[in-house]
Every structure is written in C-alpha cells, then in structure tokens.
C-alpha cells in the first residue's frame, strides 16, 4: 500500500491517518501537552502531512508506517516555524475525526509506571491494529449472518477468561460441540489472516509483515 503511485499514494495516506491518528494523540498527552493541545497539535500535524503529494520522507528500505508518523511527528513537535504554519492552517478544522472522549480513556488506562511517550505509541499503535483486525471480522460475521456466533465466541481471540466450556456455548446457540470448535478454529485462521493484511498496509511488503507482529507484540508486554 506504501508503494503506491502519487495519487494513490495520497490516498492511503489519508486513510492511514484516519485510521491511526490515536497513537499519536496518547503519545502527545504522555508528553504533557493538554486534552485541548493534543487535539490541535493533532489536526496541525495532519494538516501538514496531506499537504504532501506522497509519502516522501519514507524510506523505501524502511517503510513502516508507523516509524515513519512518529518520527514526523517529532519533527513537528521540534519545528515551531512549521508546526505554527501548520496549526494556523488547520484553523480549528477538522483534518481527520478525533473522537477525543474515546482517546482520553484510552489515555486513563495507559500504564502510569516506566512509559516513554515513544513506548505509550507504540502500545496503542498495537491495541489499534488488533482492535480494527477485531472490527474487520466483527463486519464479516454480520454481513454473513452470523453476528451473534462471533460476539460469543470471540473471546477465543481477545484473551479474555472463558469460563464457559464448548459445550455450554453449543447449547447456548444451538449448535454442537464439534461445530463450536470448527467455528472458533475458523475465527483463529481468519484472525491470523485479518492481522497480516491489516499490517502488510503499514509497511513495504510481505517481507517486512513477521517482524512488525514480533515488535507490535512486545509493545504489549509488560515491562
């Protein structure tokens, strides 16, 4: 998706910062900067980047998306020239739609010990990415009708404690154990699959896709 042409280029660009303007919102707030100056900070900085006619300052060789936002971020943040240039071009618009209430609880429940605002992004790029990997399937299984199925069974996914057994969840939706465990195995697959596309559209390949999921991981883990 990096490697794109100009105006395709743009485009993704535009879509990549919709869709991860929220990392880089809590790496502001883990800096200091106000609820109000984040948000501005945020819509200045976008401001600028879609000013641009492609990703130039991405390295080809080195063309993860999201190195490539933070550190232009932080060049922002170190250019006042540029960064008032920005902020006063943005006006108070809207660049891309923050939902701000929903950035400060993710904000709330940042880990307060040992956080570098370099490591809060990074936690949040990867809670992100799983969440829209989440989402993305959450569609699939509605447009197959099968919306239901997956709002039981996706704690296979996410983690959470399952106290239930498939047997339980079999009667439960009137299925049998055996189908349960095939639907949960599907999910996983789909899952696995959902998370490589949706990272392969932050980097430059296929090449690049295992070593982003071993680093977004270790961003989860506790210190």
Known sequence: MLAAG?????????????AYWLPLYVYLRRRGHSQHDAEDITQGFFSMLLQREDLRGLDPQRGKFRSFLLGSMKHFLANRRERD?????????TIVSLDVDKAESHCRLEPAHDHTPERAFERQWALTLLERTLDALRNEAAVAGKLGEFDRLKVYLTGQRQDETYAQLAEELQSSEDAIKQAVSRMRKRYRQQLRREIAQTTNGADEVDDEIRELFAALRPN
């Open 85 to 93: 240039r920005a902020l006063k071009r943005g006006g108070g618009r």
């Open 6 to 18: 100009a105006g395709e280029s743009q485009a993704a660009l535009a879509e990549l910062c919709q």
